[in-house]
């Protein structure tokens, strides 16, 4: 694990690299993957980071009306980004939902093909 | 047309990799690129950065006065920030001031000076909750304000990231740069908390 470059080189009590901070960055490998590609699109102008965003947007908009009645719901925020870069790439015709969807039963197919 | 991920992370764990598959084959990604950003974001960019703003303000007070005219500009004279159309505001906490910043929206943040928000600010309580009873907030992380000091809270969005620019510890005055910087905590660039003492 690569230690934080700080000045004094002393371990930091205060703000310190994302692990130390006492919270893993990304929970799942999925989730980092899904975050780097939204901003590699935008860095490479593929697509604009505001379009990602109202998307964002409009998904948690949506959970927090079905579940205001229902505090005690758990809250999924990188299903939210998936569900908005899924929505960015397709509506922005860059991929087509039915090659996603197949893409994943293949995908799907392998991992247990690899696991007998 | 939305899909329930919520009861399979193997089901957005296999989408994630289609998406990136496909992205990859026709063109429009590459694998380093990701693999670059996530360990920037893993290792790099985090809130020791805006700890370093923060120690640099207080014992400069013209960096400060430019960092509160123009964070994004000032930010850049210690290579911090600068990610294209961002525009950092800095405000700043005082004796009868606090300041707290959200994203009632979605989740937008300083990433370039503070990293990735943690998982609580992202919450749909704290997003709610932060606007409509500050205080009641603020206490339950621990940081109890007195009735005189007011409490500004900041609903961030794209065109604006804020970064509470929070008051020095008294006993510190001798204090390196270097060592202030290491008592500016996470929730205190966010308004949640104060810098720790000496």
Known sequence: ?116 | MSHDYSDDHGNAALRTRAIESLLIEKGYLTTAAIDRLVSAYENDIGPMLGARVVAHAWVDPEFKRRLLADGTKAMRELDVGGFSGENLVVVENGPTLHNVVVCTLCSCYPWSVLGLPPTWYKSPEYRARVVREPRAVLKEFGLDLPPEKQVRVWDSSAEIRYLVLPERPPGTEQMPEAALAELVTRESMIGTGVPQLP
């Not at chain 1, 860095?43 to 965003?53: L, P, S």
């Not at chain 1, 908005?84 to 969807?101: A, K």
Request: proline fraction near 3%; aromatic fraction near 8%; include cysteine.
């Open chain 1, 1 to 116: 694990m690569t230690e934080s470059n700080t000045n004094s080189g002393q371990p930091t009590a205060g703000a310190d690299v994302p692990r130390r901070n006492g919270e893993l960055v990304f929970e799942e490998p999925w989730q980092s993957r899904a975050f780097g590609m939204v901003v590699a699109l935008t860095e490479n102008k593929v697509c604009n980071y505001e379009d990602f965003r109202q998307r964002l947007i409009a998904s948690i908009g949506q959970w927090d009306r079905e579940h205001a009645a229902t505090p005690e719901a758990v809250y999924h925020y990188y299903e939210h980004w998936l569900e908005s870069l899924e929505r960015l790439v397709t509506e922005h015709g860059l991929l087509q939902e039915d090659e996603i969807q197949s893409r994943a039963e293949l995908l799907h197919e392998q991992d247990h093909h690899d696991h007998d």
